[in-house]
């Protein structure tokens, strides 16, 4: 497992900045750049199941660890969605986290994850805009 870490200054409260990421209309929006049309299935509360899926119904099924509003959301990522059909992976401590750290400017936003070798570099390509996404939403248009 790698962790990379992409970090973002936003000028917006942590609380826009927490409503970009999770929102249904906005997660939809910003995470167009890793697949256009994704959406998730399921709720926010910690131990509970998600599903972040693209429109063919393809994606991963993830356990949310943290779920500390406005500051901190964790995922465990447990497998792989297939046209539907959830397959688990043996991904280990395979994590996403979401940190919204306030500062005088507004808010930091760190996005970490651990990942393995084959999930590198399509993350290194696409966190960068997806980051960016979240940033237009939150000062633009929230």
Same mark, same amino acid.
């Given at each position: 497992?790698?962790?990379?870490?992409?970090?973002?200054?936003?000028?917006?409260t942590s609380?826009?900045?927490?409503?970009?990421?999770?929102?249904?209309?906005?997660?939809?929006?910003?995470?167009?750049?890793?697949?256009?049309?994704?959406f998730y299935?399921?709720?926010?509360?910690?131990?509970?199941?998600?599903?972040?899926?693209?429109?063919?119904?393809?994606?991963? $099924?993830?356990?949310? =660890?943290? #779920?500390?509003? /406005?500051?901190?959301?964790?995922? !465990?990522?447990?497998?792989?969605?297939?046209?539907?059909?959830?397959?688990?992976?043996?991904?280990?401590?395979?994590?996403?986290?979401?940190?919204?750290?306030?500062?005088?400017?507004?808010?930091?936003?760190?996005?970490?994850?651990?990942?393995?070798?084959?999930?590198?570099?399509?993350?290194?390509?696409? $966190?960068?805009?997806? =980051?960016? #996404?979240?940033? /237009?939403?939150?000062?633009?248009? !929230?």
């Open positions: 497992m790698e962790t990379l870490e992409y970090t973002i200054e936003i000028d917006a609380e826009k900045v927490w409503t970009a990421l999770w929102d249904e209309t906005s997660y939809r929006q910003w995470t167009s750049a890793f697949t256009k049309g994704s299935l399921g709720t926010w509360e910690e131990e509970s199941m998600m599903k972040f899926l693209d429109p063919e119904n393809n994606g991963m $099924f993830s356990r949310v =660890l943290k #779920n500390d509003p /406005n500051k901190e959301m964790v995922f !465990l990522h447990l497998g792989e969605i297939f046209d539907g059909v959830e397959v688990p992976q043996d991904w280990g401590d395979a994590t996403e986290t979401y940190l919204l750290e306030e500062t005088e400017e507004g808010t930091k936003l760190i996005a970490r994850i651990k990942t393995s070798e084959e999930f590198k570099e399509f993350f290194e390509d696409k $966190f960068p805009q997806a =980051l960016q #996404n979240v940033k /237009n939403l939150s000062e633009n248009q !929230l």
